[in-house]
């Protein structure tokens, strides 16, 4: 059948275009809900390579990128047992698995094994349900925080990451979040969210101000979630890891798509740190499907607000503005795309 589908040509060349797709007998076809543009689409959409290893590898365009995306079966390959035409399914495919991050999903309809996609949730809203794959690595990274009733807590980064798990360590029984950017306009929505302090750190001497919080002692917990091509990575990452009190913990999630220094490292050995690098994406397909539910559950029943950290809606046909938007405006946090 003929779809339209985001193809990227070149940097930062991106169009819609009409291939033909058909499902393999191993495959599903699904028409697209809607789909959203990751910041690891940014990075190919800028680079043409994923994280800086690859660099000297010669771009193979055309790509077909998206990976954030749910929508409805249509169609199943004759080995297909697991699902059948008008089930709703969110994309949540493992890197690990298929060594890509580019399953085409920012198209009208898109195709996938079983074990890369999920079943939705009986009753959950398909708009929430379709941010499946954008949102569950972050909502799983509270899960495995190792978050404790009463503990103080700070996250480094209001980005759209730093704002679903903000919410989910407040929700976990922190005694009290602090959130760290560099842009009023996401402090003052993750104030909005719940969060108990927000610090501007080009306003403030931001580990002054955090450690004046804690009265000098440092936070339980440090949730670093500046990732991808954030530009304050290696600012953030430092600050955390100067922030975290003696034997407290220090998580991240979001990829690091580059080489960074970490000034005082030997913090990490020396005062004893939990240090918790989660990648949910990168787990195996396997571990994926038995996590999903769980990070799904978190979504359905609004534990976690999402739908304020939509900033932009584009119709398909729009992708370049999309692309454009999600790449120059540094106040976006998510831009969603619908057939």
């Not at 890197?95 to 991050?101: E, F, K, V």
């Not at 079943?119 to 978050?147: H, K, T």
Request: proline share 5%; hydrophobic share 40%.
């Amino acid at each position: 059948m003929k779809i339209r589908s985001a193809v990227l040509e070149g940097i930062k060349k991106i169009s819609l275009i009409e291939r033909d797709i058909e499902p393999a007998p191993d495959q599903v076809l699904v028409k697209t809900h809607s789909a959203s543009i990751c910041l690891a689409d940014i990075q190919m959409y800028r680079k043409g390579y994923y994280f800086h290893a690859k660099r000297h590898q010669k771009p193979k365009y055309p790509m077909f990128i998206g990976h954030e995306s749910g929508g409805t079966v249509v169609g199943v390959g004759a080995r297909v047992h697991e699902y059948k035409e008008g089930d709703r399914v969110i994309l949540m495919h493992s890197a690990r698995s298929s060594g890509t991050i580019t399953p085409g999903g920012l198209s009208d309809y898109w195709v996938a094994h079983p074990l890369d996609v999920v079943p939705v949730p009986e009753g959950m809203d398909m708009d929430l349900a379709s941010l499946g794959e954008a949102v569950s690595p972050f909502i799983f990274a509270v899960f495995r925080s190792g978050i404790k009733l009463g503990d103080t807590v700070a996250v480094t980064g209001a980005n759209f990451i730093g704002q679903i798990i903000a919410q989910g360590l407040k929700k976990s029984g922190a005694l009290s979040v602090t959130v760290i950017d560099n842009r009023d306009s996401r402090l003052k929505l993750a104030k909005k969210l719940g969060a108990d302090h927000v610090i501007n750190s080009t306003q403030a001497d931001a580990c002054q101000a955090a450690m004046e919080l804690t009265g000098g002692k440092g936070f339980d917990l440090v949730a670093q979630t500046a990732a991808y091509i954030d530009p304050t990575v290696e600012e953030y990452m430092n600050l955390a890891t100067e922030i975290v009190r003696p034997m407290g913990v220090l998580v991240f999630q979001g990829d690091f798509l580059h080489s960074i220094t970490i000034d005082n490292f030997q913090r990490w050995h020396h005062e004893s740190l939990d240090i918790r690098s989660v990648a949910f994406r990168h787990y195996t397909p396997q571990q994926i499907q038995v996590w999903s539910p769980d990070c799904l559950k978190v979504m359905q029943h609004g534990l976690v607000q999402i739908k304020p950290l939509i900033t932009a809606t584009f119709p398909l046909e729009k992708v370049t503005e999309a692309f454009r938007v999600a790449d120059e405006d540094p106040d976006q946090l998510k831009v969603v795309l619908t057939p």
